[in-house]
């Protein structure tokens, strides 16, 4: 199995996800700014839309969108310590965080404060939004350490977009408890092995 991301992108959930669940994959950056691999492949050959990330599996397969990839991901533990049995309220738990993320975040954030051309009130409704959410999950992990009780693969979703306020030099410190969450999740072993091979340590 491929994993193709790029470094601190949205792909950086499956990354983690794939390391804590223990599957063997070869990872495979990606110039997001040229679109090519690192050895010189033209990404939209493999990924028609262009964006990680992207599983490759044996038989040649290629699947992408986050949410969906986490799922997958999760399943491959027998446990399914990471996201729950199919039928259980824990699993609905955190599919329900999975698109939080996805919807509430990720596309709050993506594409519009990535681009420099976004017009400033865009930008403004943007962040503001954001602040509506970033507050409602301070308020949440002021009572539990993780969205759906356990860490799940929604943890490692929104560690990832969350974190994109940093990037975006976007200050969370009017949010204590998601500060604390952030630098919960990035103190686990594979995590840390996640960034480290994304060159995302200090």
Known sequence: MKLYYAPGACSLAVHIALREVGAPFDGVA????????????????????????????????????????????????????????????RRLMVVEWLTFVSTELHKVFSPWLWHKETADSTRRAVKDKLAERFAELDRLLSEQAFLAGEFSVADAYAFTIVNWANFLAMPLTTYPNLRAYLDRISQRPQVQAALAAEGLTK
């Open 30 to 89: 990606v110039d997001l700014a040229r679109h090519v691999t690192a050895d010189g492949t033209n990404y939209f050959d493999i990924s028609p839309r262009g964006y990680v990330p992207l599983l490759e599996f044996d038989d040649g397969s290629r699947h992408t969108e986050v949410a969906s990839l986490l799922q997958y991901v999760a399943d491959l533990d027998p446990s399914q310590a990471l996201i729950g049995a199919a039928g259980s309220a």
